[in-house]
């Protein structure tokens, strides 16, 4: 076996734990399949890809899945600092209603906005940081 066909299969692995990981985060979160999708940057129809991410297949190597995946981790990891006391806010504070969002969810702001939806919400949790 070739050092190129080892990392290969290395970088293959941690794609699929990175996939598990967020759909674990995803489930946390209670949302719908369509809602998991919508962050996650694909169609809604595709749940095959879901059930794949489910089991550990690797997730895709597009550069905005990728980057999708890094702010739903960092918005986990803000809400987890932000309130570590409160395990039950941290899973259900992207699908409750917020004033800085114009009272839409977090959630709705990313399938309203897309990637950039994503950007406000991490954006606003970094803030309330003081990132």
């Avoid at 990981?21 to 209670?30: P, Y």
């Avoid at 399949?33 to 550990?56: M, P, V």
């Avoid at 995946?69 to 803000?78: E, P, Y």
Wanted: charged content about 25%; overall charge positive; aromatic content about 8%.
């Amino acid at each position: 076996m070739t050092a190129i066909t080892r990392r290969e299969e290395s970088t293959s692995r941690d794609r699929g734990a990175l996939a598990k990981m967020i759909m674990t985060l995803l489930d946390h979160w209670q949302l719908s399949t369509e809602d998991q999708a919508a962050l996650l940057g694909i169609a809604a129809s595709n749940r095959t890809a879901l059930a794949r991410y489910r089991k550990g297949e690797a997730i895709g190597t597009s550069r905005d899945q990728y980057e999708r995946v890094g702010h739903l981790l960092g918005i986990h990891k803000n809400l987890r600092l932000l309130f570590p006391q409160n395990r039950d806010l941290v899973y259900r504070w992207m699908t409750t209603r917020n004033k800085a969002f114009d009272n839409l969810t977090p959630v709705e702001v990313i399938k309203e906005w897309g990637f950039a939806g994503l950007l406000m919400v991490r954006g606003y949790l970094d803030r309330a940081r003081g990132i």
